[in-house]
């Protein structure tokens, strides 16, 4: 099941070219699993039981000195009766004969105090290879687990990011396999709206924007970092000149494309110079909630970016209600070329582009699952049947982010984000 699967979502490179996929192991049962957690748990426990042990012996030795201490004097007086007995038999009359077997009688209690020695000496021996061997099996783990100091861990972090974002340029682009269960990030705003990061900018660029409502909105508000996002704080307020309609904005290189209310108009804003840079109608598409998705919302204008660019998705009369899929000009808004799916845009729940592929889900409701995919590359399309966890039951937003590799939605007032599983082909070559 989705709970208990491995989830591939991203790649690195090894020195010796290879990919290697980075997996998110399951939540449930993640340390009984781990190797080195159950290595370390028998670990505690022979410790553990090596204490009670030495324990045990502490208080028996304490005991048994005690005893040993008390008859210290009896011994010394039966040693001197025997000697005595040894050097004149005479001296041994029936009286002294049965004094010295009475001393002899009282130091009896003695020998199992000296077998338990005995067997105390064996189980030290034991605890001692015992304590020997734990001590080689933590240093092997404190070799693996601990061996870099802070400084060299960093290096090994940055050398590791920087062949991981090598190896996702080199891997490209993958076909859809499956999506992760739902991290919910933050839960505000009102039942419909849409949240974003920028698709193109460098990854320590993490800003968070955010836009609340479906139409005649014109604010939108850019917090630094998720963090802040998440806590509400350190954000700035730009004031859209248009109002927008629907959620399918997209950020993309610092401006937010948008469709412009009660038109088909795509709009390009510069965050920056805080200023409209370009606006172009998307010709023939629908709007007004003319060719919405299921859930209406003014959705009849759609914008995507992934590893190819910048899409519009919408629909026309012409195309008599099917989703139209168009590659966009980012800097003129001009559309270079578009593909009729053959897919009613009514009854599509939401969708999103990777790689060139449009992935279209059945339902915006719980029970919603990705049911469509049109390849652009081959102007070919399939049916799916990939699972999608609607968690709060009413998607109005859900696009991908290809720098990050992961899917935002808005949720019945939730921001949430999902990691996802290409699937890749990688011929002996070692090209795509």
Same mark, same amino acid.
């Given at each position: ?273 805080? /200023?409209? %840079? ?6 023939? !598409?629908? #709007?007004? +909630? $003319?060719?919405? *998705? ?68 059945? /339902?915006? %409701? ?6 469509? !995919?049109? #390849?652009? +590359? $081959?102007?070919? *399309? ?51």
């Amino acid at each position: 099941s989705p709970d208990e699967g491995w989830q591939v979502y991203t790649s690195a490179q090894a020195p010796d070219g290879k990919c290697l996929c980075t997996a998110v192991i399951p939540v449930q049962g993640t340390c009984s699993r781990d190797l080195r957690t159950r290595q370390l748990r028998q670990l505690v426990e022979k410790v553990q039981n090596i204490s009670q042990s030495m324990e045990v012996l502490d208080l028996r030795t304490y005991r048994d000195l005690q005893y040993v201490r008390n008859t210290e004097s009896l011994m010394k007086g039966l040693d001197s009766r025997l000697k005595v007995a040894a050097e004149s038999q005479r001296s041994l009359n029936p009286k002294s004969f049965q004094e010295l077997k009475e001393k002899m009688v009282e130091l009896l209690p003695l020998l199992p105090v000296l077998e338990q020695y005995k067997s105390d000496t064996r189980l030290i021996v034991h605890l001692k290879e015992e304590v020997r061997n734990l001590s080689g099996s933590l240093l092997a783990i404190q070799e693996e687990m601990g061996a870099y100091d802070y400084e060299e861990l960093q290096q090994r972090v940055l050398m590791l990011e920087a062949r991981l974002h090598a190896c996702m340029q080199k891997l490209g682009c993958g076909k859809l396999t499956g999506v992760s269960n739902p991290i919910t990030i933050r839960a505000s705003g009102s039942r419909f709206g849409s949240w974003m990061t920028d698709t193109m900018t460098p990854s320590a660029d993490s800003r968070v924007w955010y836009m609340d409502g479906y139409y005649k909105g014109r604010r939108v508000l850019e917090f630094r970092t998720l963090n802040d996002f998440v806590t509400g704080q350190n954000f700035v307020q730009h004031l859209l000149p248009h109002p927008w309609a629907g959620t399918g904005h997209v950020v993309f290189n610092g401006s937010l494309y948008y469709n412009k209310y009660q038109s088909n108009i795509a709009v390009k804003y510069h965050f920056r110079s805080r /200023s409209v %840079l370009v606006q172009r109608s998307l010709a023939g !598409a629908g #709007y007004n +909630n $003319t060719f919405p *998705y299921s859930w209406g919302g003014f959705s009849d204008i759609d914008f995507m970016v992934d590893e190819n660019g910048l899409w519009a998705v919408y629909t026309t009369n012409q195309n008599a209600g099917n989703i139209v899929v168009s590659r966009v000009d980012p800097q003129t808004l001009e559309v270079l070329r578009s593909w009729d799916t053959g897919y009613p845009k009514r009854s599509a729940g939401e969708s999103f582009m990777i790689c060139g592929t449009l992935y279209v889900t059945n /339902s915006h %409701l719980a029970g919603a699952k990705i049911y469509f !995919a049109y #390849y652009t +590359n $081959t102007s070919s *399309y399939e049916y799916t049947d990939i699972p999608f966890h609607n968690q709060y039951s009413h998607i109005s937003m859900l696009d991908y982010n290809p720098r990050e590799r992961v899917l935002y939605t808005w949720n019945n007032g939730h921001q949430v984000i999902y990691n996802v599983t290409l699937f890749h082909v990688i011929k002996t070559s070692g090209e795509l």
